[in-house]
């Protein structure tokens, strides 16, 4: 499974870049995520538990989604890297990458996964409902928070 979300942010780099990695604070911001504890820290990132709502048509048909993550943030190159060690997802590498243009911050989240260990359907499941359906559903809401939130407060 691969799927690619990108979005442009009309903000300086490094203000995006801020947001991006301030996991704990997205709930405050992101209406979607339910919460986002940091279970260790490290000066690189930390392990990051979380938990978002995928809805479903009109609320409240919602999915709670839980997943936790080893995450790594590379502040010289603008790029933040997670690596699902629990929940559905687990083996799940994640891939943030923010670029500044003349445009603004492009960023882009890549997803890639091979699924979950089912026999026979895990493939077809994260290829064809958890990619498109979980994956892109939550990492499209997250970019759109996260431009109205930076974009608000230039």
């Known amino acids: 499974m691969h799927t690619i979300d990108r979005i442009t942010i009309r903000a300086p780099l490094d203000r995006v870049f801020s947001v991006a990695r ?5 709930p405050d911001i992101l209406p979607h995520y339910r919460w986002v504890r940091m279970i260790e820290r490290r000066p690189d990132g930390g392990t990051v538990e979380m938990s978002a709502w995928r809805p479903f048509g009109p609320p409240p ?6 997943w936790i993550s080893d995450m790594r943030v590379d502040s010289a190159d603008h790029v933040i890297r997670y690596r699902h060690v629990a929940g559905i997802t687990a083996g799940m590498d994640v ?3 923010l670029r500044a243009t003349a445009a603004g911050v492009t960023v882009d989240v890549q997803h890639e996964w091979t699924g979950p260990r089912w ?3 895990g493939r077809l499941a994260a290829d064809l409902v958890i990619g498109p359906i979980f994956i892109h559903g939550i ?3 997250t970019l759109a928070g996260i431009r109205r939130r930076v974009e608000a407060a230039a």
């Open 119 to 121: 026999p026979l359907i």
């Open 95 to 97: 891939r943030w990458e």
């Open 22 to 26: 301030d996991v704990e604070r997205w």
């Open 139 to 141: 990492a499209s809401r």
């Open 61 to 66: 048909l919602r999915y709670p989604a839980w």
